[in-house]
Nanobody, 118 residues
Framework: QGHLVESGGGSVEAGGSLKLSCEASGFAFRACGVAWYRQSPEAEREFVSSLNAGGGTFTYAESVKGRFQLSRSQRLSTFYLQMNNLKTEDTGVYYC???????????WGQGTQVTVSA
């Protein structure tokens, strides 16, 4: 049974940086696309970034382009979200996901809180 375990959330001032990690286990990580989503108390879960299974196509939400970067380590079965120049509107619970399945992902992390203060 597959699992994703997130780490790296926290509190930071606007303009600061955080790096989230998501470690995969129990499934064929190398064959899967991965993604990050986030959810604030006032909104539905929204897409942040993804990388396709082939590893060649990165996609970012317009709101994070140029500030966030997704990467992965096949060797460590881990993928990351480097977040720079954070803004207060980036505050939310961040979820990692893996293995695209039609219009969702098969595996989800437990979520990690990111809080950006002004």
């Amino acid at each position: 049974q597959g699992h994703l375990v997130e780490s790296g959330g926290g509190s930071v001032e606007a303009g600061g940086s955080l790096k989230l990690s998501c470690e995969a286990s129990g499934f064929a990580f190398r064959a899967c696309g991965v993604a990050w989503y986030r959810q604030s108390p006032e909104a539905e879960r929204e897409f942040v970034s993804s990388l396709n299974a082939g590893g060649g196509t990165f996609t970012y939400a317009e709101s994070v382009k140029g500030r966030f970067q997704l990467s992965r380590s096949q060797r460590l079965s881990t993928f990351y979200l480097q977040m720079n120049n954070l803004k207060t509107e980036d505050t939310g619970v961040y979820y990692c996901a893996a293995c695209r399945d039609v219009d969702t992902y098969q595996y989800w992390g437990q979520g990690t809180q990111v809080t950006v203060s002004a």
